[in-house]
């Protein structure tokens, strides 16, 4: 009897020390997220209101960081009819209020099927990375193109085959080239109806352009299925594998199924794990704005004490 004694206080003793062990490990991979992840917003939630009181109404929201759309009610930067003296105030007056500038609103169909609407997209793009320095960020985000002619945002046959995926990587070894010489960074965001459309072809993006301008923004709503919700926790941590390591912006929105398949609504309006979400950006160990997304200016207290609310939860 005293030897089983000894041995469960042995036990006990051991499990005690490996619940305090994992717990204050909980507790500094939380600490690591409080400090590496800081709070941004796309300026298009405010694109109502002047750039003045915008840029003072995200400030007091909380946030640090914006996305940069370049639409407000009063001022706007054309790319494709560059107004310098209007990209420089918008610029200044974020900066005033100690917003930085953490990512370039660059979006455009890569290899849009229409030449023209593909090389109006191109020069876009030419102006945003050729002049990023005064733009305030050398992170221009895009999405990765579809061949469906109606919409960008719709899958197409073509975007599965090798065909598809060759063109697309010809686009981003084009743009990362481009890039290099002027110190951009051609930031990717993958999306399960375009041609990379999940962690493979991310991964797969990378490793063939091999270039240090061509970096991902990291939203991992995007590569969800309806038929993969199920399988969140291990698909979070397969794409974080894969591609976490080349993310320079992470996007906080949410996913959820729809009878189309899924939809990305505002954080906290689907079911992103978001406790794990968190954890594996804080183990990413360096800085990175986390920007809230698909949202209205309504709703932008909600989303974003939903968001600082799971950091809790790490």
Not at 67 to 84: G, H, I, L, N, S
Not at 173 to 196: F, M, S
Not at 280 to 291: K, V
């Amino acid at each position: 009897m005293p030897n089983r004694r000894k041995w469960l206080s042995r036990v006990g003793a051991a499990a005690v020390g490996a619940l305090a062990a994992g717990g204050a490990a909980q507790e500094d991979l939380r600490a690591k997220a409080r400090k590496n992840l800081k709070l941004a917003i796309f300026t298009g939630v405010y694109a109502k209101l002047p750039v003045e009181k915008a840029a003072r109404q995200i400030k007091n929201d909380g946030f640090v960081g914006v996305v940069c759309e370049y639409q407000f009610a009063d001022v706007r930067f054309d790319p494709t009819k560059p107004d310098w003296t209007a990209a420089d105030r918008i610029r200044k007056t974020l900066e005033s209020q100690g917003l930085e500038i953490c990512g370039l609103y660059g979006y455009y169909n890569v290899i849009h099927p229409d030449p023209a609407q593909r090389a109006a997209g191109e020069a876009r793009m030419m102006v945003l990375l050729e002049n990023w320095k005064r733009l305030g960020s050398p992170v221009v985000a895009t999405e990765t193109g579809t061949f469906n002619p109606k919409s960008q945002w719709l899958e197409s046959p073509e975007n599965e085959t090798e065909e598809g995926y060759q063109k697309c990587r010809a686009a981003f070894e084009n743009l990362a080239r481009i890039a290099e010489k002027t110190g951009a960074i051609v930031a990717v965001e993958a999306y399960w109806r375009n041609v990379i459309a999940s962690a493979e072809r991310a991964e797969r993006l990378f490793l063939d352009v091999n270039s240090p301008a061509l970096k991902l923004v990291m939203d991992p709503c995007n590569y969800f299925r309806k038929e993969d919700l199920p399988q969140m926790k291990p698909m979070l941590e397969d794409i974080f594998r894969r591609v976490g390591r080349h993310a320079v912006l992470a996007h906080a929105k949410d996913v959820k199924e729809s009878p189309t398949g899924t939809d990305t609504p505002a954080a906290g309006k689907g079911v992103l794990d978001y406790p794990l979400y968190l954890r594996l950006l804080a183990q990413l160990n360096r800085e990175l704005f986390l920007a809230l997304e698909h949202l209205t200016a309504d709703d932008v207290p909600r989303a974003r004490d939903y968001v600082l609310s799971q950091f809790e939860k790490i």
